[in-house]
């Protein structure tokens, strides 16, 4: 199985291919020691990805353990919209940045580029309101649940992982024998204010709990609420 992803600039300025995934990213599925590591993007993959001694697509013994590293979706949508549209200010360098032009109008996607380094609130507020429309086989932007179709049925998850807690990292830390390093990490106080404007707007928050509505029953299997 395959997650994509369009990382990088536009190749050749064919703006149709580059929306219809050319950059092709393996799934985060990758062992480190005996533990089988299932990762999403926005959830920790670049700290994987740094680790040398690690297996990528490896196959899985009865004797592996597997780990599942999740991330609180609010949280994890709030990374994505901070990395892929407010960090950056050219729109060929942000698959999202690219989306989001195809979605609006020129008028839209103008007022847009403005907010996002002038009302932070107002931007994150488009780009919510137009979350339904943008390209979903972004890897950024998939369910976390999705990837544990590449496992066995039989195969039960033995850990949980919380990447934005720190005693939960520190568990994994130990369980696999390494020291993760934080990649591409938001800025604190950007993060925050959007993180209490959900917190005092339900509507918002709905939008991502509609979209994302798999994983919360999912993790609930699991005693898990993916929405704190």
């Not at 993959?45 to 597997?66: L, R």
């Not at 039960?156 to 568990?171: C, L, P, R, T």
């Amino acid at each position: 199985m395959y997650f994509y992803a369009n990382s990088g600039p536009i190749i050749n300025g064919d703006r149709n291919n580059y929306l219809n995934n050319v950059t092709i990213v393996m799934s985060r599925i990758i062992k480190i020691n005996n533990f089988i590591i299932l990762c999403n993007f926005k959830c920790g993959y670049s700290s994987f990805s740094a680790i040398e001694d690690k297996i990528i697509e490896p196959k899985i013994k009865k004797t592996d353990k597997v780990v599942f590293v999740y991330r609180n979706i609010f949280n994890r949508n709030i990374s994505v919209f901070l990395n892929w549209c407010y960090r950056k200010n050219k729109i060929d360098d942000s698959w999202l940045l690219v989306n989001m032009q195809e979605k609006l109008n020129s008028v839209q996607f103008d007022n847009f580029m403005k907010l996002k380094n002038s009302n932070l609130v107002e931007a994150y507020k488009i780009f919510l309101n137009n979350l339904h429309l943008i390209n979903f086989k972004n890897a950024h932007l998939a369910e976390q649940c999705k990837i544990v179709n590449k496992l066995n049925s039989k195969k039960k998850i033995s850990y949980f992982i919380n990447i934005d807690d720190q005693n939960n990292v520190q568990m994994l830390n130990d369980l696999i024998s390494t020291n993760l390093e934080c990649y591409n990490k938001s800025d604190d106080n950007t993060k925050k204010i959007l993180i209490s404007f959900l917190d005092n707007n339900e509507v918002y928050k709905n939008i991502i709990k509609s979209k994302y509505k798999n994983d919360i029953i999912y993790f609930n299997n699991f005693n898990i609420d993916i929405c704190n």
